[in-house]
């Protein structure tokens, strides 16, 4: 299978070219360098160039505070560059995939959210994030959504690296724990979005590890535990003493509705995920 998949320097883009890599697909990786999403010219050509079977869509603007102040830039990427890549797949017929966010909703239903919740993004990001996937939807009725959470993984910055690079400095470390979500490694994430293509099936999905999810001094100290250092290290903290520019919904922990009726696996919990990601 010919691959196109963009946003290659992201953290999500590495571990789905490795992946498609080595399922043996040929794989047109294009970094925001190389082919920026909100040019529509630039992508069709491209599309042209390369005549992909399915398209990943990894780049996105994912400054969440950013976003309110470089609010064209979050604007152009996160939901005119998803219209672009739908309309250049529509016109090639090839598979869509593009990822969106835990953040399209407002965090107030206290349990899990599934695909029968109505979106209520906060901030700029996810908003613009909501509109790329209407957008999409709109372009190409082929276009598979994949919304997701709390992504770790190699080759990114996120609250994992974070932490691990205070651990190593032997500071200790600030976490929310009124905030929950549930966590994604990336590498679960990238073999879903392969095996989304092949089911060709489109609607929105929510991929994340399984569990109960949890806040995020709960997956501090459970990163604490496997490393064998002092959960002491963990102090926790409110997401309202932080005080920052975006607001974020307070409980994004997602459940999807269709992924085991289409046939696929359930990923592995989190705490299994967390642990094989640490062991590497
Ligand atoms: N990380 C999370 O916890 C999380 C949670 C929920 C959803 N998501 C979604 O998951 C997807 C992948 O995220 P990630 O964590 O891998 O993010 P990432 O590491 O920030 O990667 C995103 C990549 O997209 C590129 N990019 C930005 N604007 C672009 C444009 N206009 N055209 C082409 N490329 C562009 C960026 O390039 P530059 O760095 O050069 O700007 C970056 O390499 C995104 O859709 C994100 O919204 C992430």
Same mark, same amino acid.
């Given at each position: 299978m010919k691959v196109l998949i963009t946003g290659a320097n992201g953290m999500v883009a590495k571990a789905t070219i490795k992946n498609c890599k080595e399922k043996g697909d040929i794989v !047109? #990786? @294009?970094?925001?360098?190389?082919? +920026?999403?909100?040019?529509?010219?630039?992508?069709?050509?491209? =599309?042209?160039?390369?005549?992909? +079977?399915?398209?990943?869509?990894?780049?996105? @603007?994912? *400054?969440?505070?950013?976003?309110?102040?470089?609010?064209?830039?979050? @604007?152009r990427a996160n939901a005119l560059g998803v219209e672009n890549l739908a309309l250049a797949s529509k016109k090639l017929d090839c598979a869509f995939v593009t990822i969106s966010?835990?953040?399209?909703?407002?965090?107030?239903?206290?349990? !899990?959210?599934?695909?029968r919740d109505t979106p209520n993004p906060?901030?700029? @990001? #996810?908003?613009?994030?909501?509109?790329?996937?209407?957008?999409?939807? *709109?372009?190409y009725a082929r276009s598979i959504i994949v919304r997701t959470g709390w992504i770790y993984g190699e080759g990114g910055? *996120? !609250?994992?690296?974070?932490?691990?690079? =205070?651990?190593?400095?032997?500071?200790?470390? *600030?976490?929310?724990?009124?905030?929950?979500?549930?966590?994604?490694y990336s590498e679960d994430l990238a073999k879903r979005l392969r095996e989304l293509v092949i089911l060709d099936l489109p609607c929105i999905y929510h991929v994340s590890n399984t569990g109960n999810g949890v806040s995020f001094?709960? !997956? #501090?100290?459970?990163?604490c535990k496997i490393l064998e250092v002092d959960k002491n290290t963990v102090n926790e903290v409110s997401d309202r003493d932080l005080n920052r520019p975006a607001p974020r919904p307070i409980?994004?922990?997602?459940?999807?509705?269709f992924s085991e009726k289409f046939g696929l696996e359930p990923l592995p919990n989190w705490k299994i995920a967390l642990k094989i990601f640490l062991s590497k």
């Open positions: !047109f #990786a @294009y970094s925001r360098q190389d082919l +920026d999403i909100s040019n529509r010219e630039n992508v069709l050509k491209v =599309f042209e160039q390369n005549k992909p +079977d399915a398209v990943i869509n990894c780049a996105a @603007y994912t *400054n969440v505070d950013g976003a309110e102040t470089d609010q064209e830039i979050s @604007y966010t835990d953040y399209v909703f407002d965090g107030t239903k206290g349990d !899990f959210y599934t695909q906060q901030g700029l @990001y #996810a908003k613009h994030k909501l509109e790329g996937e209407r957008k999409a939807q *709109n372009a910055t *996120n !609250f994992l690296s974070v932490m691990h690079k =205070f651990l190593a400095e032997g500071k200790g470390i *600030n976490a929310i724990s009124d905030s929950f979500g549930t966590p994604t001094s709960g !997956f #501090a100290k459970e990163i409980d994004s922990r997602l459940k999807c509705l």
